[in-house]
């Protein structure tokens, strides 16, 4: 049977089990206190994770803000480019319709000027110049007049979609032929499309034949071919301007031409009846 | 480089001599002429040709019975005509279109028109 504990024992035990007590109760406040202290290291830590994961983004997006800035004017600079390159373009496109143009208009006029000269026959120069006048002008009514000097009237010469013969002589100085006669400058009907002739020798066109500032006849135009839509372009004067002086230079030298021919004709004569030949 | 051969039907010389100007432009165009439609025909049985511009109003053969004369010929049926007449009257472009012109172009003839037909027609693509 156990011995009973005595007072003594159960007072040295008690005491024992309190300094056990005790030193709980100090190692769970130390506990306390760690956990205290951790609580307040992880919310410190969270604060400065989340500081350091603001200044990260801000960075990261303040250098995306950059990039796209750039982006931008760089596209910006590309559509400035494109608008520049397609004014470019266009220009190229009409500068190349315009060279395309003066191309055909020099074709016509070197065709014009080179059938012209292909002859010193007077009738196929006159030939020529009808020619040109109906397909290159577009006239279906014209006259070429020639000037006689002696009587300073104006006589035609070849006539398209008239009667020759009937085309009255025009005296120098006389309505619009004779004043372009005078003048030796060329008369441009202004309103081409509502061209309504007063008299019948009314032109639409009368362009002087001219060598240098000699008159030698003219082109009277008295109206145009239906597709040449009534008016006259660009090339149109042009090629009046051309014909001015080239035709003038065909008709003169032709005409020069069949004189000296006559002359050597007759002087060939004279010598072969000096020599025998001829009897 | 691609031939052409091109056919010039025209009575008067400037404008032959024009349309010719005007065709050698196309890069391997090779240009033969002829002053009525007699001559054509001569020239059309001697060389392969891949147009034909024609005048309507030309003497000894106009432009409208040398057309209906190469549509008849198995031989030249095919070669595409264009027809070009001084008179802007829809007649003959009527007339033309019946006997199977493939382009009129009336007189004054306008360089830019005369090239597009003929590229559209040969299909050369410059």
Known sequence: ?279 | MAEYNFLVVEDSPTMRQLISFSLKRIRGAKISEAGNGVEALKKLSETKFHLVVADINMPLMDGLKLLSIIRKDPNHAQIPVIIVSTEGADADKEKGFQLGANAYLPKPIQTNELLKAVKELVKIEE
């Open chain 1, 1 to 279: 049977m156990e011995k009973p504990e005595s007072s003594a024992d159960l007072f040295k035990k008690t005491r024992e089990f309190l300094d056990i007590f005790r030193k709980g109760e100090e190692f769970t406040q130390e506990l306390l206190k760690e956990n205290e202290r951790l609580r307040y290291k992880t919310v410190q830590l969270e604060e400065e994770t989340r500081t350091i994961k603001k200044g990260t983004e801000g960075s990261h997006i303040s250098e995306l803000r950059e990039a796209l800035k750039q982006v931008e004017q760089e596209k910006e600079a590309l559509l400035n480019r494109f608008k520049e390159v397609e004014a470019e373009n266009k220009d190229f496109a009409t500068k190349y319709i315009e060279v395309e143009e003066e191309n055909n208009n020099l074709a016509n006029l070197y065709v014009a000027s080179y059938q012209l000269h292909s002859t010193l026959d007077f009738n196929e120069v006159l030939r020529i110049l009808q020619e040109i006048v109906i397909n290159l002008v577009g006239s279906d009514r014209f006259a070429i007049m020639v000037l006689d000097e002696v009587t300073n009237e104006l006589t035609s010469v070849a006539a398209e979609g008239m009667d020759e013969k009937r085309i009255k002589k025009v005296k120098v100085g006389e309505g619009v032929i004779g004043d372009v006669a005078r003048t030796g400058e060329s008369y441009f009907e202004p309103d081409v499309e509502g061209f309504k002739p007063a008299h019948e020798m009314d032109p639409l066109v009368c362009i002087p034949l001219k060598i240098k500032d000699r008159i030698i006849g003219v082109l009277a135009i008295f109206s145009l071919l239906e597709q040449k839509s009534k008016k006259l372009s660009r090339v149109d004067y042009e090629l009046f301007s051309m014909l001015a002086g080239h035709a003038a230079t065909a008709i003169f030298s032709s005409k020069l031409y069949s004189v000296s021919e006559r002359k050597l004709s007759t002087i060939q004569g004279f010598i072969d009846l000096l020599s025998g030949k001829g009897l």
